[in-house]
């Protein structure tokens, strides 16, 4: 062990090659393999691709382009759809690595850190699952150390004074924060994040000439850049993305009216432990409040060794955000992944902790590391570790091919006319799904019928199909249709009830409707719930 850790101090570049090539290795053998479908929020945003625009209901555009861009090369599979995780993934690691080892010169706490990142769940789903975090934590990575070497002044001996403050940095906060934002609305944050950090540091040590005043207009250019395409989409589209984000963080709607409630609390802090693992959470919050200690006794160092920038970057940037969404969750319902933006100084503290833990030949130390290395593994080899369905979190992706298969299988034997029979859900996940996973991958609408608004609800719907017939699928097996859809058809068949297979075992259950004679009808809610 002892050896280990001296390789890690004297050859750390070739230990960080080594760790980001076979994980980047080891993704795209995961993604070649088929192991999961898609889940059904990726379909999603493939589907986006078909029909481009400035921004969506949910998200940014960032994501379509990105999957656009993979499918293009790779075609409209899996494997194209998802291969943009893992370059991004890819990125994230070196922009880590370099940002510790060559900006901090803390190169051994560097390699750590890509250990702990490739051990820890949130990043590992990331880095295979092409979802609108995995560009974001990117773009938030590169943002936070262009943050830090923003302020570092012009070295000495050059023709600029030494406390003035260099431009490039603010041009990348600027470039980071905008594309940051046309992922995630999220990104916003770091707005506010990076304006505590130059507040601490003006009182603690002063900032280079001129700071403020970049940093100002770095972040306004930022803001307007990334914002302007959703602003205009949702000036055109009577805001409907921006009263979506607020009926989700509870802002408005129901929840908005129940200031404090106690059932979500427990719920997001099971899914936090779950992102993170119980021992790298521990050595998150260990490290993060070391940091602020450094920050608050005005140390230079400390344990860690943290200087005053460091510890102030890496304190701000993860326990304000990872405390606010726990507390948020007394309020309404938070998503695990909400958090996700504290897990990048997250990481960085985890593996400054675990390189003094390593270092002072800590107790237990090989069975954390053992048992995050273990997950790598079952994560990569997932089919083999023999969980229940109803405990297995990969159940739910799998079944879609199949499902797709008896679609167009039913399609070609229960209708007249196999070219005029359109396919629907009432959920846009479903609806996505379908979209990807039907052979020759249809137009697939999706039926306002009890539900949030969705993507789906801003496109046009079946109505010019008259006459036509459809096949209308739902999760999980049930025994009679909505009235909605009874008032849209002629007639409709009994339930079929599908249930699914995956490499010969079971998966997901369905039920499918045949449906004739499409009259026009297309449910709308009038409630226009976010």
């Known amino acids: 062990m002892l050896s280990l850790t001296h390789s890690f101090k004297n050859k750390p570049l070739m230990w960080a090659f080594i760790i980001i090539v076979f994980t980047t290795f080891a993704r795209i053998w995961f993604l070649g393999s088929g192991q999961l479908n898609l889940v059904q929020d990726e379909a999603q945003y493939w589907d986006w691709t078909r029909n481009m625009q400035l921004t969506y209901y949910s998200k940014g555009p960032l994501i379509a382009w990105i999957i656009s861009t993979w499918t293009f090369i790779f075609g409209n599979t899996e494997f194209g759809v998802r291969f943009g995780s893992v370059v991004g993934s890819m990125i994230t690691q070196m922009v880590l690595f370099w940002g510790m080892a060559k900006l901090w010169k803390r190169p051994s706490a560097a390699v750590w850190t890509l250990v702990v990142y490739n051990t ?11 979802t609108t975090d995995n560009p974001f934590i990117l773009c938030w990575t590169c943002a936070v150390f262009a943050l830090y070497s923003a302020t570092i002044p012009y ?32 990104m916003l944050g770091f707005t506010g994040l990076s304006v505590i950090y130059a507040l601490i540091l003006m009182k603690k040590e002063g900032l280079p000439i001129g700071f403020v005043k970049k940093l100002f207009i770095a972040l306004s250019v930022g803001v307007f850049v990334g914002f302007l395409p959703t602003l205009i989409w949702n000036v055109q589209n009577d805001f409907v993305g921006y009263k979506h984000v607020l009926y989700l963080i509870g802002a408005s709607g129901a929840s908005a009216s129940q200031l404090v409630r106690f059932d979500r609390v427990l719920p997001y802090f099971g899914e936090q432990i779950g992102m993170a693992t119980p021992w790298w959470l521990i050595f998150m919050l260990s490290g993060g409040f070391g940091a602020l200690a450094v920050v608050l006794k005005k140390k230079s160092k400390n344990l860690l060794g943290l200087n005053n920038k460091q510890a102030a970057l890496l304190s701000v940037f993860f326990l304000p955000v990872w405390f606010f969404f726990l507390m948020w969750s007394f309020h309404t319902k938070v998503l695990g992944n909400w958090a996700v933006i504290s897990y990048v100084s997250g990481v960085m503290l985890a593996g400054l902790v675990f390189d003094a833990f390593w270092n002072r030949r800590g107790h237990l130390r090989s069975v954390w590391l053992f048992l995050g290395i273990l997950i790598f593994g079952l994560l990569h080899f997932q089919n083999l570790v023999p969980l229940p ?10 079944g879609w091919t199949d499902l797709g298969q008896q679609v167009i299988e039913l399609e070609k034997s229960q209708f007249k006319d196999p070219s005029k029979v359109f396919i629907m859900s009432e959920q846009y996940d479903m609806t996505a799904a379908l979209a990807f996973y039907v052979p020759g991958q249809p137009r697939t609408y999706c039926a306002w019928i009890d539900r949030r608004m969705n993507q789906y609800d801003l496109w046009p719907g079946p109505q010019e199909k008259l006459g036509w017939d459809a096949i209308y699928v739902l999760k999980d097996f049930k025994e009679k249709p909505d009235n909605e859809l009874i008032k ?14 995956f490499r010969g075992k079971p998966a997901r259950k369905f039920t499918i409707y045949l449906c004739y004679d499409y009259n026009g009808y297309w449910p709308r809610d009038k409630r226009l719930r976010f």
Request: charged letters at 15%; aromatic letters at 10%.
């Open 488 to 501: 849209m058809f002629g007639r409709i068949s009994p339930p079929i009830h599908f249930q699914t297979t």
């Open 155 to 186: 070295s000495p001996g050059i023709e600029r004074d030494s406390n003035e403050s260099r431009t490039l940095p603010f041009v990348l906060i600027a470039f980071f924060l905008a594309l940051g934002i046309l992922a995630k609305y999220t």
């Open 389 to 398: 369905d109803h405990l297995n979190p990969t159940h739910r992706l799998k």
């Open 120 to 130: 820890m769940p949130v990043f590992l789903a990331l880095g295979i699952l092409m």
